[in-house]
């Protein structure tokens, strides 16, 4: 690897994650659903205008909602927090563990990459997809 080829790094590719609960916590389930909470996050500026959570491997995804302020599209320098009550795929019970996936857009409409296997580099930079953690229901 010869780091003279390396151009520094000006932004950031779209990213999210999810922060609540942690990996491996116990969730209780509320009317068939489960409370997360994340944050997402693009660079030059643009502004994360949806994140998807998805509880079924991408069969089906829901969206949760952001709470961020009124900044121009092309103005948004900070995180984007993120949360939602998240329906149970169908025949989750309490016991079960469960994947719990997160998506982010932003306002240039740039999407996670779903593996990291498209985008690895030497370096590890900019490694944006998926965020994903599992969760024991109860």
Not at 48 to 69: K, M, N
Not at 109 to 118: A, G, L, M, T
Request: hydrophobic content about 35%.
């Amino acid at each position: 690897f010869d780091d003279k080829y390396a151009v520094s790094i000006q932004n950031q590719p779209v990213t999210s994650m999810v922060c609540d609960p942690l990996d491996g916590a116990s969730v209780q389930i509320v009317d068939n659903k489960i409370h997360l909470k994340g944050y997402a996050f693009s660079g030059a500026g643009a502004k994360i205008i949806r994140v998807d959570v998805t509880l079924d491997d991408g069969t089906t995804w829901h969206t949760a909602e952001l709470q961020q302020d009124d900044s121009p599209l092309n103005r948004c320098w900070s995180w984007s927090i993120w949360e939602g009550d998240i329906p149970l795929p169908e025949g989750a019970k309490a016991g079960d563990e469960v994947k719990v996936t997160c998506c982010a857009i932003d306002s240039n409409y740039n999407r996670q990459p779903e593996k990291v296997k498209n985008i690895w580099n030497l370096r590890g930079c900019l490694s944006n997809s998926w965020h994903s953690i599992s969760v024991n229901l109860k």
